[in-house]
C-alpha cells in the first residue's frame, strides 16, 4: 500500500467516525422527540461541537492529500465527495440540534396519538435505516447500497406531506394556544428531519460519482 492509499484510507476511518458520532445526535434527537426526553438535548449539542471539529480536521486533510499527492481518476473523486459528504453530515448534525431547540420552546410531551398518525416510529426507523445502509455503503464502496436508500427519499417526502394535514386539522380544532405552538413546532420538527433525509441523499449521491464517475441528482443520472 503506498502513501497515497494510506492517506485516503485514514480519510475514509475519519470520516465514517464523524458519520458514526452524527448518528448518534439522530437517534438521541429521535428519542427525544418521541419521549420528551430532554435530558439528551445536552449531549447533542456537545456532539454537535465535535461534528463541527471533524468535519474542519477532514476538510484541511482532503487539502492536504490534494496539494501533497495530486490524486488523479477515481482517487480524485473520492477526496472531492467526501469533502462534500462531511459538508452534509454537518447539516445532519446541525438539524439535529435545531430539533433540540425546538424541543425545549415545547410545554409537553407530544400527544401519542399524533404521533401515531404522522407515523413518526416510521419515520424514525427510515432516517435510521438510511444512515446505516449509507454507512456501509461508504465502508464497502458499494452503488448498490448508496441506491437503495436514494429509493427510500420518497417515503420521507410522503409523511411530510402527511404531516402537514395531520397537524394543521389539529391545530384548527384546538382552543389552546399552547397546544397550537407545540405542534406548529412538532411540523418543524418534521420538516427538519425531511431535511437530514435530503442531506443522506445527497451522501448517497457522492458515494455513486466517486465509485462511477456518474453524477447523480434527485435520482436520475446525468
Known amino acids: 500500500m503506498n502513501q497515497l492509499s494510506i492517506e485516503l484510507f485514514q480519510l475514509k476511518t475519519a470520516t465514517l467516525e464523524m458519520a458514526d458520532l452524527v448518528k448518534s445526535q439522530v437517534v438521541g434527537i429521535l428519542q427525544a422527540t418521541?419521549?420528551?426526553?430532554?435530558?439528551l438535548i445536552d449531549e447533542i449539542e456537545l456532539n454537535e461541537r465535535q461534528v463541527d471539529n471533524m468535519d474542519i480536521r477532514?476538510?484541511?486533510?482532503?487539502?492536504?492529500?490534494?496539494a501533497l499527492f495530486s490524486p488523479v481518476a477515481r482517487d480524485l473523486r473520492f477526496v472531492f465527495a467526501i469533502n462534500k459528504i462531511v459538508d452534509d453530515l454537518e447539516g445532519i448534525s446541525d438539524n439535529a440540534n435545531a430539533i433540540g431547540k425546538y424541543l425545549l420552546e415545547t410545554s409537553a410531551a407530544f400527544d401519542k396519538e399524533v404521533l401515531k398518525q404522522l407515523e413518526f416510529a416510521r419515520m424514525h426507523n427510515q432516517i435510521l435505516g438510511m444512515l446505516d445502509m449509507l454507512m456501509?455503503?461508504?465502508?464497502?464502496?458499494?452503488?448498490?447500497?448508496?441506491?437503495?436508500?436514494?429509493?427510500?427519499?420518497?417515503?420521507?417526502?410522503?409523511?411530510?406531506?402527511?404531516?402537514?394535514?395531520?397537524?394543521?386539522?389539529?391545530?384548527?380544532?384546538?382552543a389552546k394556544q399552547t397546544e397550537v405552538t407545540d405542534l406548529i413546532n412538532l411540523l418543524t420538527i418534521i420538516?427538519?428531519?425531511?431535511?437530514?433525509?435530503?442531506?443522506?441523499?445527497?451522501?448517497?449521491?457522492?458515494?455513486?460519482y466517486f465509485i462511477d464517475a456518474r453524477i447523480v441528482k434527485h435520482g436520475l443520472v446525468g
Open 136 to 174: 456501509q455503503a461508504l465502508e464497502e464502496e458499494s452503488t448498490e447500497k448508496a441506491r437503495f436508500v436514494l429509493t427510500q427519499e420518497d417515503l420521507l417526502d410522503e409523511l411530510n406531506i402527511k404531516a402537514n394535514g395531520v397537524i394543521a386539522r389539529r391545530a384548527t380544532a384546538s
Open 58 to 66: 477532514i476538510e484541511r486533510k482532503c487539502e492536504q492529500i490534494l
Open 191 to 208: 420538516r427538519k428531519i425531511e431535511k437530514i433525509g435530503d442531506y443522506l441523499a445527497n451522501i448517497a449521491e457522492r458515494i455513486i
Open 34 to 39: 418521541t419521549h420528551f426526553d430532554l435530558s
